[in-house]
C-alpha cells in the first residue's frame, strides 16, 4: 500500500475517533441532563403545597435544616463564573496564589460571616416578622422609605447581575453540541429555573441546590484528579515544578506582583457577601440555632473545595493548553474559554470514565449557574411584590402577592436570559457594579442593626447614600476623565471603597443624631 494510502487511512481513523468520542460524550451528557432536568422538576412539585404562603415561599416557613441551608447558601455564592470566568483569567494570568480568592471566600465570606451574623440575624428577624431586607430596614430602623429605596436598589442591580450567571456556560455546552446555539443552551438553564422556582419557591431552591452542591463537590474533586493525573501535569509536586519552569512568578505564594489585585478581589467577593440580600435571607429561613453551627461548618468546607478548586485547575491551565491561551478575534486572550478547553483536552476522549467524568463537570457548572440565578431571582422579585407594591397599593391582599411573586419570578428569569442573549450595553454596564453597589449600600445599615441598639435612622441612610456615592462618584469622574471601560475596571476598588464607607458612615452619623425610640429597639433585640 503506498505512503498516502497509509496516511488517508490513519487520518480516516482518526476521524472516527474524535467523532466516536464526541457522540459518545454527546450521548453520556444528554442523559445526565436528562435525569437531572427530571430530579429539579419533582422536586418543584414537591414542594409546592409547602409554598401557598408568602412566608413559605420565600423562607420555607423558617423550617430549613443545617444541611440544606448550608449548601443553599455555598452554591448561591459560586455560580459557573467562577469555573469559567475567574479560575481561567486568574489562574492563567495569577497562578497558585489565585486560590488564595478561594481561601478568603471561605473563611471570610462563609465561616466569619456565619459566626458574626448568622444568629444575630435569624433571632432578629424573627422577633420583627421580616421576611426580606427591605422589610428589615423598615422594621429596624422605622422608615418606610428605607424599605422602597433598597428595593429599588435591588430590582435594578439585582435583575441585570442575574444575566451574569450565564456567563460562559453557553459556549461550554456548545463545545459538546457544536451544532446547538448557545442561545439553546441558555434557554435550558432559564426553562429549569423557572419551573422549579416558580412551583417551589425557597423550598424547591433550597432541596435542589443541596443536589446541585453535592454535584458541585464531585464535579470539583473529579477534576482536579483528572488534571493532576493528566500526562501534561504528572502529579501535584510535578506540575508545580512545571509551572514554575514557564513563569517563577506563577508559582509565588502571594501573587507576586498582582499581590494588590488578589487583596482587592478577595475582600470585595469575600466580604461582599456579607451585605447581599440573596445571601443573608438564608439566616432568616434556618430552623434554630443548633442548626447554625453545624451550617456554618458545612458552608465553610463547601466553599474551601469549590473555590480552591477552581482555581487550582485554572492555575494548571497553562500545561494542559501547552501554555498556549485560546485567543479572541482581536487577538487577545479569550479567558473565558480556558477551562472549558481543559476540560475537552483532559477529559474529550473515548474513555467512558473521563466521558461521564465530563458530564458530571457540566452538571456541575450548569448546578452552579442554577443556584445562583434562582437564589437573585427570589431576591429581585420579592423586593418588588413584597417591598414594593404594597407601598403603592395598601391592603394588598396575600393571595395576589402570591401570584404577584411567582409571576415576578418568571418574569425575571425570562428578563435574565433576554439580558445574557442580547448583551445589551446599559444591562452590560449595570452587571459590572452590581456586586459591589449593593453590598456597598446595605453592608453597614444591616450589620450596625443587629449589633447595635445606638445606630439611628439618619445612620442607616448615610450608610445607604455614601455606599452608593463611593462607586457612583468615582465611576461618572473616570468616565469623564478617561472612558467607561476604565470605569468598570475599577469596579473591584469602588466596591471595596462602597463597603468601607458604609462601614465608617452608620456609627459616625448615628452619634450626632436622634437616638431611636427605646420601644423600636427593644422589639428589635428583645
Same mark, same amino acid.
Given at each position: 500500500m503506498a505512503f498516502t494510502d497509509?496516511?488517508? /487511512?490513519?487520518?480516516?481513523?482518526?476521524?472516527?475517533? =474524535?467523532?466516536?468520542? *464526541? @457522540?459518545?460524550?454527546?450521548? #453520556?451528557?444528554?442523559? $445526565?441532563?436528562?435525569?437531572?432536568?427530571?430530579?429539579?422538576?419533582y422536586i418543584g /412539585?414537591?414542594?409546592?403545597?409547602?409554598?401557598?404562603? =408568602?412566608?413559605?415561599? *420565600? @423562607?420555607?416557613?423558617?423550617? #430549613?435544616?443545617?444541611? $440544606?441551608?448550608?449548601?443553599?447558601?455555598?452554591?448561591?455564592?459560586?455560580?459557573? /463564573?467562577?469555573?469559567?470566568?475567574?479560575?481561567?483569567?486568574?489562574?492563567?494570568?495569577?497562578?497558585?496564589?489565585s486560590m488564595w480568592i478561594g481561601v478568603g471566600n471561605a473563611v471570610l465570606g462563609c465561616l466569619l460571616a456565619w459566626l458574626i451574623l448568622a444568629r444575630r440575624t435569624r433571632n432578629m428577624t424573627h422577633r420583627l416578622g421580616v421576611k426580606t431586607m427591605p422589610e428589615f430596614f423598615e422594621a429596624r430602623y422605622s422608615s418606610t422609605g428605607m424599605k422602597v429605596a433598597a428595593a429599588l436598589i435591588i430590582f435594578v442591580f439585582l435583575v441585570p447581575y442575574s444575566a451574569a450567571v450565564y456567563k460562559g456556560l453557553g459556549s461550554m455546552f456548545n463545545t459538546v453540541f457544536p451544532g446547538v446555539s448557545v442561545k439553546v443552551c441558555m434557554a435550558v438553564i432559564a426553562v429549569l429555573t423557572a419551573l422549579y422556582l416558580v412551583l417551589g419557591g425557597y423550598v424547591a431552591t433550597v432541596y435542589t441546590d443541596l443536589i446541585q452542591g453535592i454535584i458541585m463537590l464531585f464535579g470539583v474533586?473529579?477534576?482536579?484528579?483528572?488534571?493532576?493525573?493528566?500526562?501534561?501535569?504528572?502529579?501535584?509536586?510535578?506540575?508545580?515544578?512545571?509551572?514554575?519552569?514557564?513563569?517563577?512568578?506563577?508559582?509565588?505564594?502571594?501573587?507576586?506582583?498582582?499581590?494588590?489585585?488578589?487583596?482587592?478581589?478577595?475582600?470585595?467577593?469575600?466580604?461582599?457577601?456579607?451585605?447581599?440580600?440573596?445571601?443573608?435571607?438564608?439566616?432568616?429561613?434556618?430552623?434554630?440555632?443548633?442548626?447554625?453551627?453545624?451550617?456554618t461548618f458545612v458552608s465553610t468546607a463547601f466553599a474551601m473545595i469549590i473555590g480552591c478548586g477552581a482555581y487550582f485547575i485554572g492555575s494548571l491551565s497553562r500545561l494542559i493548553l501547552e501554555n498556549k491561551a485560546p485567543t479572541l478575534p482581536n487577538g487577545g486572550i479569550n479567558f473565558d474559554a480556558i477551562i472549558p478547553n481543559v476540560l475537552l483536552t483532559a477529559l474529550g476522549d473515548a474513555n467512558v470514565i473521563t466521558t461521564v467524568i465530563f458530564a458530571i463537570v457540566l452538571l456541575l457548572l450548569l448546578s452552579a449557574s442554577m443556584s445562583t440565578l434562582a437564589s437573585v431571582v427570589l431576591t429581585s422579585a420579592s423586593a418588588v411584590s413584597v417591598d414594593l407594591v404594597p407601598v403603592v397599593k395598601k391592603n394588598f391582599n396575600a393571595s395576589r402577592q402570591m401570584l404577584l411573586t411567582r409571576s415576578l419570578c418568571m418574569l425575571f428569569?425570562?428578563?435574565?436570559?433576554?439580558?445574557?442573549?442580547?448583551?445589551?450595553?446599559?444591562?452590560?454596564?449595570?452587571?459590572?457594579?452590581?456586586?459591589g453597589i449593593v453590598s456597598g449600600c446595605f453592608i453597614g445599615p444591616y450589620i450596625y442593626g443587629i449589633y447595635s441598639r445606638k445606630t439611628t435612622t439618619a445612620g442607616a441612610w448615610a450608610g445607604i447614600i455614601c455606599g452608593f456615592a463611593a462607586v457612583a462618584?468615582?465611576?461618572?469622574?473616570?468616565?469623564?476623565?478617561?472612558?467607561?471601560?476604565?470605569?468598570?475596571?475599577?469596579?473591584?476598588?469602588?466596591?471595596?471603597?462602597?463597603?468601607?464607607?458604609?462601614?465608617?458612615?452608620?456609627?459616625?452619623?448615628?452619634?450626632?443624631?436622634?437616638?431611636?425610640?427605646?420601644?423600636?429597639?427593644?422589639?428589635?433585640?428583645?
Open positions: 497509509l496516511c488517508f /487511512v490513519e487520518n480516516y481513523r482518526t476521524g472516527v475517533y =474524535i467523532l466516536d468520542s *464526541l @457522540l459518545q460524550t454527546q450521548i #453520556i451528557t444528554l442523559a $445526565a441532563l436528562g435525569i437531572f432536568a427530571a430530579l429539579m422538576i /412539585v414537591r414542594s409546592w403545597h409547602k409554598t401557598q404562603t =408568602i412566608d413559605g415561599f *420565600l @423562607l420555607g416557613g423558617r423550617k #430549613i435544616g443545617a444541611w $440544606a441551608s448550608a449548601f443553599a447558601y455555598g452554591t448561591s455564592y459560586f455560580s459557573a /463564573v467562577i469555573f469559567v470566568g475567574y479560575a481561567g483569567k486568574h489562574g492563567w494570568s495569577i497562578g497558585f496564589g474533586v473529579a477534576m482536579v484528579i483528572a488534571i493532576v493525573i493528566h500526562p501534561s501535569v504528572g502529579g501535584v509536586a510535578e506540575g508545580f515544578r512545571r509551572i514554575r519552569e514557564i513563569d517563577p512568578a506563577l508559582v509565588s505564594p502571594w501573587g507576586g506582583s498582582s499581590f494588590k489585585f488578589l487583596c482587592t478581589n478577595i475582600l470585595l467577593t469575600s466580604f461582599g457577601t456579607w451585605g447581599l440580600p440573596q445571601m443573608v435571607s438564608k439566616y432568616y429561613a434556618i430552623k434554630d440555632e443548633k442548626a447554625i453551627g453545624k451550617a428569569v425570562i428578563l435574565s436570559y433576554v439580558f445574557a442573549t442580547m448583551n445589551i450595553s446599559i444591562i452590560v454596564n449595570i452587571m459590572s457594579f452590581s456586586w462618584v468615582p465611576t461618572v469622574y473616570i468616565t469623564l476623565t478617561s472612558d467607561f471601560a476604565a470605569a468598570a475596571a475599577a469596579a473591584p476598588e469602588t466596591g471595596v471603597l462602597a463597603m468601607a464607607a458604609s462601614m465608617v458612615a452608620v456609627p459616625l452619623v448615628s452619634i450626632f443624631t436622634k437616638k431611636p425610640e427605646r420601644s423600636l429597639t427593644d422589639k428589635a433585640f428583645g
